[in-house]
């Protein structure tokens, strides 16, 4: 399929979401930013700057913008032999540049920025990733930790109040939980491990409660490697899993029961994300974090499913 870029130079794109307006928001996690940009590109702006790692993104019931805060990471540079630069995220920073896990809102104009989360239980949150809001008006977030060398820790998944007066862990252990998010009746929670490429679903037998388990799939590998990695997800109308791809780099679609999977390639191989958008939500924004880039298919085979509190976008 063809796509079109949006934008490019990001400093590693991730979060991005359909603002009322209907432009775009996107994280720059290297950056330390969310930033909006027309649907054709022709206008960019800083919309908040949030420090440390901003991850996945979703407006909440009061339209104030929800930030899963991974802390930050440490960085490596390169470029290919095309002149195309390429950036990586690795271990937690060594040197301060880590600010700690948290959940962060930045009010819907992008002026203020708060922590509502650091820590469940007295357990400090170490790299949250992604969330997604229910119906309630609660959220699911995955933590998927921090990487020291080769250990890293051990992380799960966590139900918590956008007011700040609950947070509880109800899914652990998992491994480097990533990409999350519901069906569309919201009877299953989709989660995606990044190492062993499996997406999981859990049975929601109540609000933030869990029943049965069972993995769907295992994302496609990629030669010569004969590996992939799972990132962030969204989930379009038909119930479609659509799974951001590492390694084998692009947007992998998996049915509910997982009997059909099915690859479109990107060249970046870290695609991170996606979000459907648009009056007919038939248009599929991707971020591309290694080459920095925002893109858009405007004729994606499925529409999206409508996030609990995502706006109907103005027409084009």
Request: hydrophobic share 35%; charged share 20%; aromatic share 8%.
């Amino acid at each position: 399929m063809e796509y079109r870029v949006v934008a490019t130079d990001i400093e590693f794109a991730e979060g991005p979401l359909e603002l009322p307006d209907g432009d775009i928001l996107f994280t720059e996690i290297r950056a330390g930013t969310l930033t909006r940009v027309s649907t054709d590109g022709s206008r960019r702006e800083t919309f908040a700057t949030t420090g440390g790692g901003p991850n996945g993104a979703a407006i909440g019931p009061d339209g104030a913008i929800y930030v899963t805060q991974n802390g930050g990471f440490q960085w490596s540079e390169s470029r290919t032999s095309s002149g195309q630069r390429m950036i990586s995220p690795g271990p937690r920073p060594e040197d301060g540049g880590y600010i700690g896990g948290q959940i962060q809102r930045v009010s819907p104009d992008g002026s203020e920025v708060t922590t509502v989360y650091s820590e469940c239980d007295g357990e400090p949150l170490k790299g949250p990733n992604d969330l997604v809001f229910d119906r309630e008006g609660n959220f699911y977030f995955t933590d998927h930790g921090k990487r020291y060398g080769r250990q890293r820790d051990i992380t799960g998944v966590f139900y918590a109040s956008p007011k700040g007066d609950f947070i509880r862990e109800i899914i652990f252990p998992l491994e480097a939980p990533n990409g999350i998010g519901l069906s569309p009746d919201e009877r299953t929670l989709y989660v995606a491990e990044t190492p062993t490429g499996r997406l999981w679903a859990f049975d929601i037998t109540a609000p933030g409660e869990i029943g049965d388990r069972h993995v769907v799939a295992t994302v496609p590998a990629a030669a010569p490697l004969n590996y992939a990695m799972c990132d962030s997800m969204c989930v379009d109308g038909e119930g479609n899993v659509l799974v951001a791809t590492i390694i084998n780099g692009g947007i992998t679609s998996v049915s509910p029961d997982g009997a059909t999977v099915w690859h479109e390639p990107l060249p970046d191989r870290i695609t991170t994300n996606a979000c459907f958008a648009g009056p007919d939500l038939r248009t599929l924004y991707v971020t591309m974090g290694a080459m920095g880039q925002l893109v858009a298919f405007d004729d994606w085979p499925t529409r999206g499913h409508r996030l609990n509190f995502q706006a109907e976008a103005p027409p084009a």
